[in-house]
């Protein structure tokens, strides 16, 4: 464009020089048409700046599109991993479950073998909870009053802690009940403490007279607050004073994996 004006400058000159100078409308009119020659060219190069501008703009907005992309499938990849990881844990919990089932059916039925020979009257082996429960009466284990164990109980307790010595991955609780007729001795004031009695007595003889790990057992008594059967009758009374065993295979492994920190989720 400069070239352009130059050129129109000099042979305006050269034109003069030589005696034939142009008329002065021409020459005006080349001078108005060079002016808006500059400014055309002035608004094309504002013009040239806006789309190169915009052009930046849209550049930054593909740009940062592509990182939500890339966010978003990382994302995708990662949930997808998760959601894959979960069913495996889901998987290992439903076969650590089952295992559980099948060793507490095991237990039930090992129980039930070892006190086949007292009377069904006197004794019960079921599962509760996912947990065995050998239910023993009053009848086979106390004199009534007291905490004071017989020699049946004695023998009964004996082939329980057979079972139990060659299982020590079972946890054990001992549980004492009572019927709610009111009963106060001087070393027995209430319900409440014959049954803590009672499941005591009960605790030392597995512990020290047939060597059952001391950390493994649990003692408490439930007075007659936990019955199994109506107090309205002697038949309920009877059921409702009972010891109950409870055995429940250790569940280490299964809540290590319920507890256990997703790899997924711990890479974040």
Avoid at 130 to 146: D, I, M, R, T
Wanted: aromatic share 4%.
């Amino acid at each position: 464009m400069r070239r352009t004006i130059y050129t129109v400058s000099i042979l305006a000159l050269s034109v003069c020089t030589l005696g034939s100078c142009v008329g002065k409308k021409k020459y005006m009119a080349a001078m108005n048409s060079n002016k808006a020659l500059y400014s055309k060219n002035a608004e094309l190069h504002t013009e040239l700046d806006k789309l190169n501008k915009k052009n930046n703009d849209l550049q930054k907005e593909v740009s940062t599109l592509g990182n939500y992309y890339n966010a978003a499938n990382t994302q995708l990849d990662l949930t997808q991993e998760q959601v894959r990881e979960q069913q495996e844990r889901l998987m290992r919990m439903q076969a650590l479950i089952y295992q559980q089932h099948e060793k507490t059916e095991a237990l039930r039925k090992k129980m039930a073998d070892a006190l086949v020979n007292f009377k069904a009257e006197d004794l019960s082996v079921f599962i509760k909870d996912g947990k065995v429960h050998v239910a023993l009466q009053e009848s086979l284990l106390f004199p009534s009053g007291s905490a004071v164990v017989n020699e049946s109980g004695k023998a009964a307790l004996a082939k329980l802690a057979s079972v139990l010595k060659h299982n020590p991955q079972i946890n054990i609780e001992v549980e004492g009940h009572t019927d709610n007729k009111p009963i106060k001795t001087a070393k027995y004031p209430d319900n409440w403490a014959l049954s803590v009695g009672r499941s005591t007595a009960i605790t030392r003889i597995l512990v020290e007279d047939h060597g059952i790990e001391p950390t493994r057992v649990t003692a408490s008594g439930h007075g007659e607050h936990m019955p199994v059967a109506s107090n309205n009758d002697e038949a309920g009374r009877a059921r409702n004073r009972r010891t109950e065993i409870i055995l429940e295979p250790k569940l280490d492994e299964l809540m290590q994996l319920i507890y256990e920190k997703p790899a997924t989720i711990s890479q974040k």
